[in-house]
């Protein structure tokens, strides 16, 4: 690059004033791009001189959107692969910064090659006479052996490049995927894609890293556009609250059930099963001296009947009293809970176990009574 090539060339932060935008129409139908790639569209489409090379620091960009750094450069690696950002290395540009411009006009389509014709002789690759030279030094006997000079032609035909990317037409969309697994790089481009939507929402990133990425690596995601089903799963499973646990026993079932594919429906089923059972919260406070000891009667319960199950029965439970004998010698505890629980249907059939836990750390309770009342205000 010239020095006077290189008085030319302004940073990309010397259009924070400009008016308006460049955009390739070609960018609305394309379902690859995402939020980071549409900013960087209209971000480098200020630059409208010097045939629209500009520098582009991609440290400064990055913290300016507030976007992880190796989420931007990938970004940009993808734009230029199809074809609507072309660049200039450091080596070429010999600074320390990349030049960087968009392209608005799509490249052109590939062209054949002519061939060029083979050149016409005897058979064998012998020469007729007339082809001979008659220079002293050469013989003209007809046996004369003179071979081609001319190249072969390949019979594949090479593109023909955009003028000023030097890249081939894009690829077209991801549509129609559907059966067939994609390429592990292409889904972990779609994992950088979609990370870099929402670099700084924790819960968004958890379900992204956490459970979509394994799943779609080990599982194909059947559909139409897999950066599109992947980012609106991940913002509805955010808005859900989803934990690590929950989503980690959701990946491991939908791993046992679907072998080779899974699709969107079949996660937000999964998903929407995990959040009906989730625990109801406890809403009656009960008898503050007995529920510090209710710990140790969940600890029992989990023994005997796990603690999944534990959480989704007992979850709303609170001990109200323990009475003294009767006179047939019963210790009866009397246990609340709110009306969600008994909504909600629930058939316990873990009576013996309850009393059995009770028992544990309560000794002699014989009979549980259970009343449902109204939630504590």
């Known amino acids: 690059m010239t020095g006077e090539e290189r008085q030319r060339v302004q940073r990309i932060t010397d259009w924070d004033d400009a008016r308006y935008s ?16 549409l900013r960087l569209l209209v971000y480098l489409g200020r630059v409208n001189n010097n045939n629209g090379w500009t520098e582009l620091s991609q440290k400064a ?25 072309e660049k200039k290395s450091q080596a ?8 960087y411009r968009l392209l608005i006009d799509k490249p052109e389509k590939p062209a054949p090659v002519k061939s060029s014709p083979e050149p016409k002789g005897d058979e064998g690759g012998v020469s007729s006479i007339d082809d001979t030279s008659q220079n002293a030094a050469v013989s003209s006997i007809d046996d004369t052996c003179v071979r081609s000079q001319v190249t072969p032609v390949s019979p594949i035909k090479t ?9 081939p037409s894009p690829p077209k969309p991801p549509r129609g995927r559907r059966g067939r697994a994609m390429p592990s790089n292409e889904i972990e481009e779609v994992i950088v894609a ?7 929402d924790e819960a968004f990133q958890s ?39 929950e989503g980690r026993k959701i990946l491991d079932q939908l791993l ?63 001990l109200d009293r323990i009475t003294e004998p009767n006179p047939a010698g019963k210790i009866v505890a009397r246990v609340s809970t709110h009306a969600d629980w008994a909504k909600r249907h629930v058939e316990t059939n873990l009576s013996s176990q309850f009393r059995a836990a009770m028992n544990a750390v309560f000794p002699g309770v014989s009979d549980i009574w259970i009343e449902t009342r109204k939630a504590a205000a």
Request: glycine residues 4%; positive net charge.
């Open 256 to 318: 046992e059930r679907r072998k080779s594919t899974v699709k969107p429906s079949d996660i937000e089923t999964a998903v929407k099963t995990a959040i009906a059972h989730r625990p109801l919260p406890r809403k009656c406070e009960g008898d503050a001296e007995l529920m510090r000891n209710w710990p140790a009667v969940l600890a029992e319960l989990e023994k005997m009947i796990g603690a999944d199950t534990t959480r989704q029965v007992f979850s709303t439970f609170a």
């Open 159 to 167: 593109q023909k490049k955009d003028q000023r990317s030097g890249d």
């Open 22 to 37: 460049f955009m390739p129409a070609r960018a609305a139908d394309d379902l690859r791009l995402t939020l980071v790639h």
């Open 207 to 245: 379900v992204l890293v956490d459970f979509l990425a394994p799943l779609i690596r080990m599982r194909h995601l059947d559909a139409p556009s897999l950066v599109g089903a992947v980012q609106s799963l991940a913002r509805w499973i955010a808005a859900k609250g989803l934990g690590v646990d």
């Open 61 to 85: 960009t990055a913290e300016r959107w507030n976007y992880a750094r190796p989420a931007l450069n990938g970004a940009i690696k993808q734009l230029v692969a199809w074809g609507y950002v």
């Open 194 to 200: 979609v990370s870099a939507e929402r670099p700084d």
């Open 92 to 99: 070429e540009t010999n600074t320390a910064l990349c030049l």
